[in-house]
């Protein structure tokens, strides 16, 4: 069974701490991404990455920095946590070959406090 | 204006009963997704759709690639239908563009 993992289910760190989101996907897709999802906003993209050390800016990533070191990891990073950025973490990861086929992972809720 | 439009935002509906959630999108897309969300956060992709119609089980998704407009149908519902569905649009750049979702109820 494919599986995108994230690390965390839920956490809760401190403000101006650095976070480290962690996404790990067994596919050997090509494409990852990372979105946040906010009552009433849906599922805005944060970054994404098409392949290994490669990102792209989504539509909200002030912020954040996203690090893709090998294929099967994709970490989202918070530089200095702010409760803003309070929210539900999804992870997805597609295939180059079957390019809109998502997985995704089962999210990481994060508390800024 | 949001570029993917989803109606209704909710739903109740009673169990056997037919639905249809409607998405219309402004976008440009290689493929149009069907997401479903359950309480507690994982998201399941149901469809991918390019052109016509899919159907797996009771659930059934069509597409209007000349309208821009999407369906999804579930056949004699259930509770544990009970969920929140997300259209998407599938952008060039492989990224997916959502809908804000559908939250449906669906009584015993």
């Known amino acids: 069974d494919v599986k995108v993992t994230q690390s965390s289910r839920y956490l809760v760190k401190r403000t101006g701490e650095k976070v480290f989101l962690e996404c790990v996907q067994d596919?050997?897709?090509?494409?990852m991404f990372w979105y946040r999802q906010d009552p009433g906003l849906g599922l805005r993209l944060i970054y994404f990455?098409?392949?290994?050390?490669?990102?792209e800016k989504g539509d909200i990533p002030e912020g954040y920095s996203v690090s893709r070191e090998k294929k099967e990891r994709f970490s989202l990073i918070l530089e200095s946590a702010s409760t803003n950025q309070t929210s539900m973490y999804l992870c997805?990861?597609?295939?180059?070959?079957?390019?809109?086929?998502?997985?995704f992972g089962s999210g990481t809720r994060l508390t800024v406090v | 204006k949001n570029e993917v439009e989803q109606s209704p935002q909710n739903l109740t509906a009673q169990e056997g009963e037919f639905i249809t959630i409607n998405c219309s999108y402004s976008?440009?897309?290689?493929?149009l997704h069907w997401l479903q969300q359950h309480p507690g956060g994982g998201i399941v992709s149901l469809f991918m759709?390019?052109?016509g119609k899919k159907k797996h089980g009771r659930l059934i998704a069509t597409i209007n690639i000349q309208e821009k407009h999407s369906s999804l149908h579930i056949t004699a519902s259930h509770p544990r239908d009970s969920a929140v569905y997300i259209c998407?649009?599938?952008?060039?750049?492989?990224?997916?563009?959502f809908g804000k979702g559908t939250k449906l109820s669906v009584k015993p």
């Open positions: 997805a990861s597609s295939s180059g070959t079957d390019r809109f086929g998502y997985t």
């Open positions: 596919m050997d897709h090509e494409n």
């Open positions: 990455s098409y392949d290994v050390k490669m990102k």
């Open positions: 976008v440009g897309i290689s493929a």
């Open positions: 759709l390019s052109s």
């Open positions: 998407a649009a599938g952008g060039s750049q492989g990224n997916l563009i």
